[in-house]
């Protein structure tokens, strides 16, 4: 291979965050599948936590990206956290404006570590996307996935005139 111009500066997941992560495909019989990430650590506190927000988002857009499932699970059984603004980024994934500007399935399972800090953030939302565990989580996607379905399709009809 040859030698790399010294400009190029390697970058590395760890370095926004010591998270960990696992992506799991939940596949009920006779249901929809769920892409499931599972997420363990701790987050940064304050402004501390912003590598760790973007890690979380980041990576689970990829899968999300990668393995386009019904809803998206994201499991912070084993996260703490306890404060930090940038974890309303984790909130809103799902909500970055897809087709028609549906919202897509998301649930966040709460665990010990971090129910307080996330159930503070989050405010006033029309559907809230916490759960207490991952039953509960699985609800919570499949209300929001007939939600979407409805967007969508009123959306192509609004689209495509039907």
Do not use: K
């Not at 249901?31 to 990576?59: D, F, K, N, W």
């Not at 996260?79 to 649930?107: F, H, I, Q």
């Amino acid at each position: 291979m040859a030698e790399r111009d010294p400009a190029f500066v390697p970058l590395r997941w760890e370095e926004l965050s010591a998270l960990q992560h696992q992506v799991f495909d939940y596949r009920p019989e006779g249901g929809p599948s769920v892409l499931v990430i599972e997420y363990s650590g701790e987050y940064g506190h304050g402004s501390g936590g912003r590598g760790s927000a973007t890690y979380i988002v980041a990576t689970a857009t990829a899968a999300w990206q990668a393995w386009h499932r019904t809803g998206l699970i994201l499991d912070f059984t084993n996260l703490a956290y306890a404060w930090g603004d940038e974890m309303e980024w984790v909130l809103c994934l799902g909500s970055e404006g897809g087709a028609g500007g549906c919202s897509r399935p998301l649930a966040i399972i709460l665990g010990p570590d971090c129910r307080a800090g996330l159930q503070s953030l989050e405010g006033d939302e029309e559907r809230s996307v916490l759960a207490e565990d991952f039953q509960a989580g699985l609800r919570l996607i499949d209300e929001a996935r007939q939600d979407y379905e409805r967007c969508l399709e009123a959306w192509r009809r609004g689209s495509f005139g039907s």
